[in-house]
């Protein structure tokens, strides 16, 4: 159900009652003001006709000649001025009988023998005529007054349906309009008052139902958030706990006032806390670039770098660092230039590695490929680990996002990716993706490659 197109077509049937509304009352008035001129016509042509009687009586008892000749022109001049109101066939039928009884009368009263019969005869034509139009005039009075009555129960019809429509249409706003969108609205107040749970009904018409639609995904993002930062929390506690407690038992055999445990013991108590430390200093500096990367300062130190050599010393690093698996570099092997901060591009290889690793629990072979595809150099880091189902993968990349078999016992915060990607993205690459559970993983870094010389 569309409010726009529920209001359109409310609006239009509204209109269009208003206009049959004011046609038929054009149409009306019209018919009314045709009767008004009938009546008048009539009631002119019967003055006239009282008047041709008066001057025939005057006529008859007229002696005098000059008068008697002033009364004939009268005669005719009065015939003349009611032919104008003729308006039907009967009535011009009746004007052509006067006509002809006065033409006669007058004919016989000029030669001395107007009778009587002349003189009835002309009477009767003229009655004729008053009768007719009387017989006129109370017909265009009862179509009048019919009209009249049409017009009333036309205009109390349309009145009646105009105020059922509008109060129909104010009835629907209210209930499936103003309900709605105040049930949003409160939903929406509730929210902002801090009742996190508060959902707008997805009721009413489309356009209100995308509102609440829209706001309630809004709600459920800000909730999936807050989960995600208390996570995230939850996971700073517990990975800073580890090194940290690490680190408190290993001092703890170092008493400040007692004697030196033996030197192998104090060697390995610095090579344990070494390792924290480093540890720890991998957390902050994920905290200090995700935090860069949110507000836009991520800075890069762009020069020419072979990604071959940086490829190298990072798994030189990493191969001396596991007894466990087999690292082995693949593909090209003469410089492939790229223009990086190879700082950077360094971080996204030791995440890429270490994760290889990590999540690799029983050991195997890893597998680094170096080569150049079109404008890009491709770095591919494969291992047969734990993999990655492709439901986890779609949001793998997001920041406190880990896979879930390996998340409670494998350290990590779940920001190495993200910050790696936003890294590959801001050099003009990217890092693909390609794992199945049980199979292991293919992260594959593109970089846009330098042109070839020559």
Not at 174 to 202: I, K, V
Not at 370 to 393: M, N
Request: aromatic share 4%.
């Amino acid at each position: 159900m569309n409010l726009r197109a529920v209001l359109t077509a409310m609006t239009l049937i509204l209109g269009v009652l208003a206009l049959v509304a004011a046609a038929s009352l054009v149409m009306l008035t019209t018919s009314l003001h045709r009767k008004v001129s009938e009546l008048r016509a009539s009631a002119e042509n019967i003055r006239l006709a009282e008047e041709v009687e008066i001057n025939l009586l005057l006529h008859d008892r007229a002696a005098d000649p000059l008068v008697r000749a002033d009364l004939e022109q009268a005669l005719r001049q009065k015939l003349d001025d009611a032919r104008v109101y003729v308006t039907s066939p009967d009535e011009r039928r009746a004007m052509a009988d006067v006509d002809s009884a006065l033409q006669a009368y007058i004919a016989a009263s000029r030669g001395g023998r107007a009778s009587r019969d002349e003189l009835d005869e002309a009477f009767r034509a003229v009655e004729q005529l008053v009768d007719i139009n009387i017989g006129q005039a109370r017909r265009a009075e009862e179509e009048a007054a019919r009209a009249d009555r049409v017009g009333n129960t036309v205009g109390m019809s349309v009145a009646v349906v105009l105020v059922l429509g509008v109060a129909m249409t104010l009835l629907w706003i209210h209930l499936f309009a103003f309900r709605p969108l105040l049930a949003t609205a409160a939903a929406m107040r509730s929210y902002g008052a801090g009742n996190t749970e508060a959902r707008a009904p997805e009721i009413g018409p489309e356009e209100i139902r995308n509102v609440a639609t829209r706001f309630n995904g809004m709600a459920e993002n800000l909730a999936r958030q807050r989960e995600r930062q208390m996570a995230f929390l939850a996971s700073i506690a517990h990975d800073l706990r580890t090194p940290l407690s690490a680190l408190k038992l290993s001092t703890g055999v170092i008493s400040p006032s007692g004697p030196l445990p033996p030197e192998e013991r104090v060697r390995r108590t610095a090579a344990i806390v070494r390792r924290q430390v480093e540890l720890l200093d991998r957390m902050v500096g994920d905290f200090l670039d995700t935090a860069r990367i949110e507000a836009g300062q991520l800075d890069l130190k762009i020069d020419a770098c072979d990604v071959h050599e940086l490829v190298v010393a990072v798994t030189e690093l990493f191969r001396c660092s596991t007894t466990e698996h087999a690292l082995a570099l693949e593909g090209h092997d003469g410089p492939l230039l790229i223009q990086c901060d190879a700082a950077r591009v360094q971080q996204i290889l030791n995440n890429l590695l270490s994760n290889a690793i990590k999540y690799s629990p029983a050991g195997g072979d890893i597998v680094i490929r170096v080569r150049r595809e079109g404008g890009h150099a491709v770095v591919s880091v494969s291992d047969k680990g734990l993999g990655i189902s492709l439901e986890e993968q779609r949001c793998l990349f997001e920041p406190f996002q880990r896979a879930r078999g390996s998340a409670s016992s494998i350290p990590g915060l779940g920001l190495g990716l993200w910050v790696s990607r936003r890294i590959a993205r801001a050099h003009g690459g990217d890092i693909d993706l390609e794992s199945a559970p049980g199979e292991g993983s293919t992260f594959t870094l593109r970089l846009p490659a330098a042109p070839p010389e020559g």
